[in-house]
């Protein structure tokens, strides 16, 4: 049906006059876009006004010669045939073709080609309409340049980059992101991190965005396979365009979330090799000084026994030998003189600021601090935690101190020449209002005479020359009892010795 028959039909269905064929005619002439019409074998017949100003050929010039006529020879031939195909099909044709102008200059061409059919469906005409679209071509050239160079940038970058959009979807990352999403076995880190830092970020990144944003926020990731990661991230607000088409006219901004990140895994081993490394040298300079203290109260202890003796003695010999007696006395009072510097000496206990204080962790910085002589005596530990603990009040470095002392313990129970079984198990666990750590050894376990006298001062069953001072576990006892606690010593059942270390939450610390 031709246009002018169409144009009636509609106008008698709908009662508006039809359009004058002249007009079509007009309105192509006076068209923006180049337009040509031509035979079955693009020999142009027509042409447009917008055809000279984009071609630089007159009318003259284009009529009867092939559209050929603007190509540029160097869009590849495959281009061609796939347009013809199309063609012949009977099928319109949209693409970009390289065009030359009269004057031999080129520019980028979006061509749209549409075959005109005559009634009985045979091709007659073809209609081409197209425009110089360098210009745009040059900007998207630019644009993907510079995404290029934002994504190699980003890739070298050794942090990691992700940028999500309102609804947590990353739209760009980096090598170092995929590295990450590789290394935690995870596709989405980005979520996993913002789960941590921000646990109601979804929600918070369309109703309030601000809240999302956060700086150098530590974050631990655990691994399928390997230790745990550490990153420091920030995450601030971007204001992106908004690509909804409806949006077009009410330009409202959108907002992305860029999150960026440093693995700082290494730096943290090294935190914590120094902070355990500062940990064994305060727990060893509180053992040594402890030592010193016990060491001497345990002297003034033994002296004061014979001057006891020799005090009732003087009393005897006043009445009889009043000289001797009274040169005695004399020594008597000297040797106090001596006593009282020597208890002058003694290291006062320090004073320890209290805190509170998750026992699990405690005794994981002991745990650390033993390694070295666990593994240099095959010792194997279970290490059961309970999975949360309430604090307790009281001083850390004593409470390192009691539980060094039972590990360490433990460990020379079980590594005496021969000892096979080397099991540690170290467990804790809330109790109603109690906290309950249990060391249990497979070691000999104790005689039930040591069970009873292992707290006393001095009492120690080892004959090593004066190493053992066997103050080792009074002091232990003196540390729970000044934290309210309780501690007992037990046959494990399995074998071996099993210490109980009861705390209780309300427990008032002296
Ligand atoms: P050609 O020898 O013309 O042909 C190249 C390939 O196309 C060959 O493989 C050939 O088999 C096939 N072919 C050519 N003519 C026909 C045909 N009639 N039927 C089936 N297959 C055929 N080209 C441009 O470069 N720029 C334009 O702006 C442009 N606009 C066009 C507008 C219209 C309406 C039409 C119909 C075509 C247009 N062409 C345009 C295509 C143009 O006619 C040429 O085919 C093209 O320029 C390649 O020219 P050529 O001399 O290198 O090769």
Redesign the pocket.
Known sequence: MSAELASSTLALRTGVAPLPPELYRQAVEEADL?V???D???N?LYANAAFTRV?GYTLDQVLGQ????????T?P?EV??E???R??GGQSWTGR???RRQDGSVYL?E?S??PVHAADGSVT??????RDVTTLRQLECMVNNQKQLIASVLDVAPMVFALLDSNGYVMLDNQAYQAMASDLRNDNPAHLLMDTLCPDWRHALVTEPSRCVFTELEARLDRPVGGPRWYTCTAQLIRLSNEATDSFFCAQNAVGLLLTCSDITALRAEQERARTAALKAILADEERVAAIRESLSAALFRLEEPMNVIFSAVNLLRRRDPASASMLEDALDASRVHLDALREVIPPRGPETMSNINLNEILRDVLDIVTPSLLANGVVVDWLPAPTLPMIYGRPVQLRVLFKALLDNAIEAMSSKGWRRRELALQTRQHDDCIIITVADRGPGMTPDCELRAFEPFFTTKRSGGRHLGTGLSRAYQVVTDHGGFIDLAENPGGGCLVTVEFRLDGDPL
């Open positions: 180049a040509s019409i031509t079955r074998h693009a142009i071609t092939n559209e050929s006529i603007l190509s540029h020879q869009t031939r061609y045939q347009m013809w195909q063609l012949a073709l390289l065009n061409a061509v080609i549409t005409h073809y209609l081409g309409m197209h």
